[in-house]
């Protein structure tokens, strides 16, 4: 049986869709390209904004669209949100929900039996196995948060997090296969192991604990961090974070609003002046870290002024890159029931005002952090203005291209970390390099 996969969403998704294709590839089945003729399609979705939702049902067509015969399956977050409403669509043959993608290959093969395919059979369609250099670990899922924008909370459930002692063996295993960085991410990853507690009053000792023992891994060369709650950024974390050779400068510290009335009708549990202390305590300990986050532009209510003072914060916290986002209304969350609605128009505008800063906001952050050499992960081949590449990233997650011609056997430098002297920018968001 060939099967398709195609991830929509976060990081936590990316790993769940790994995992799955790790269960038909162990029980003998072929995974293939999306774009390719298949038996089975499994669309893993998202529906963290209106935008998310469509996407899914678009890509949801596409695979019927690919083959009329498959069997077309959907799962994640809008597959959750789309069964509890009772919605239906006539391209999708059977929905998946997140706590039974573990059984997938059995619901799948229940549903196939007796079934007739249109299969593809050019090769042209047989898909290279692309090796992956990177590879996302999730530690926890579920969200107690509630924040009123927040859909996710009501389809991924209460927090649940993973043992310290299975996470490392998962890590193991990875190192194992040969990839050098591990993502470790999460729904909510600062509340790894707060199930019966707060939080905040752990101070970030569960996630510390995990971290130092995944580091502790031979073969791991590099630890990324997933998005992080500000406040989990206290001295006392970031000062063991620091302590972990193999953790990456980049930190993703979601903020949402640059003003403090916006944040309380969010339900975010800090103020603008304690974010900006969360920044200088990772400034303080890391040389120049990445710092990126989410920011959310036309929330209800949100008058110019207060826009204004997201856009100030924004310079203020010196970001290495922004996510923005157009406020999206959630059926089912708090902020859909607010008065004071914004029109796609203004919602809009406001959310292009704010790229435009985040473009500039990059391109200062990357003059100051890149130095005359870096050392490069190198993971694909790419092609930038008819010319071929070898590409990777940084600690920092700066993309920086080597041209093949330039290196002996390129296949051999895939997956591993090289010094690369940086001689200019080659391309809007990538750097130029050269391989001692």
């Known amino acids: 049986m060939k099967v398709a996969f195609l991830t929509l969403g976060c990081k936590v998704n990316a790993y769940e869709t790994d995992k799955m294709k790790e269960i038909f590839e162990d029980a003998g089945h072929t995974v293939t390209g999306f774009e390719n003729c298949a ?76 079934r007739t395919y249109n299969v593809c059979y050019d090769e042209k369609n047989q898909i290279e196995k692309k090796e992956r250099t990177r590879a996302y670990v999730k530690v926890q899922d579920g969200c107690n948060q509630y924040c009123t924008y927040c859909i996710i909370p009501y389809v991924r459930g209460s927090l649940k997090s993973r043992n310290e002692k299975d996470i490392v063996a998962e890590v193991r295993e990875l190192a194992a296969k040969g990839y050098k960085e591990i993502v470790v991410t999460g729904i909510h990853l600062s509340s790894y192991g707060a199930d019966s507690g707060n939080f905040v009053k752990l101070g970030g000792r569960p996630l510390s604990s995990l971290l130092k023992a995944i580091s502790s891994v031979d073969g791991v060369e590099r630890i990324r961090l997933g998005s992080l709650e500000p406040r989990i950024i206290t001295e006392s974390f970031v000062k063991e974070l620091a302590s972990i050779p193999q953790l990456c400068p980049h930190f993703h510290l979601s903020l949402q609003s640059g003003c403090d009335t ?4 969010m339900n975010r549990h800090y103020t603008t002046k304690e974010y900006l202390e969360c920044l200088e305590i990772l400034r ?35 970001f290495a890159q922004i996510h923005v986002f157009k406020y999206s ?108």
């Not at 996407?55 to 949100?81: D, F, W």
């Not at 916006?262 to 009708?265: A, F, H």
């Not at 002297?421 to 390099?433: M, R, S």
């Open 39 to 114: 038996d089975v399609y499994i669309v893993n979705t998202c529906t963290v904004t209106n935008i998310a939702d469509r996407k899914s049902r678009k890509m949801l067509h596409r695979a019927r669209k690919n083959n009329p015969l498959a069997l077309v399956v959907a799962t994640g977050c809008y597959a959750e949100s789309a069964v509890k409403k009772g919605e239906e669509d006539e391209c999708i043959d059977i929905f998946v929900l997140n706590k039974d993608k573990s059984n997938i290959l059995e619901i799948v093969c229940s549903a196939v039996k007796d």
């Open 329 to 436: 209304k959630r059926q089912g969350t708090i902020a859909a029931k607010m008065n004071g609605q914004l029109t796609e128009q203004a919602k809009a505008e406001r959310s292009q005002r704010l790229s435009i800063i985040e473009k500039e906001l990059e391109e200062l952050y990357r003059k100051s952090a890149v130095k005359e050499y870096e050392k490069v992960l190198f993971e694909e081949i790419t092609e930038i203005d008819n010319k071929k590449y070898i590409v990777g990233y940084n600690e920092r997650y700066i993309r920086i291209a080597v041209p093949i011609n330039e290196v002996k056997d390129v296949y051999k430098l895939h997956n591993t970390i090289k010094e690369v002297h940086i001689l200019e920018n080659l391309t809007d968001g990538i750097l130029l390099g050269t391989c001692n």
């Open 262 to 265: 916006v944040l309380k009708r």
């Open 284 to 318: 303080r300990y890391f040389e120049n870290p990445a710092i990126t986050t989410d920011i959310i532009a036309g929330f209800p209510n949100e008058t110019e002024e207060e826009f204004e003072e997201t856009c100030r914060f924004a310079y203020k916290a010196k």
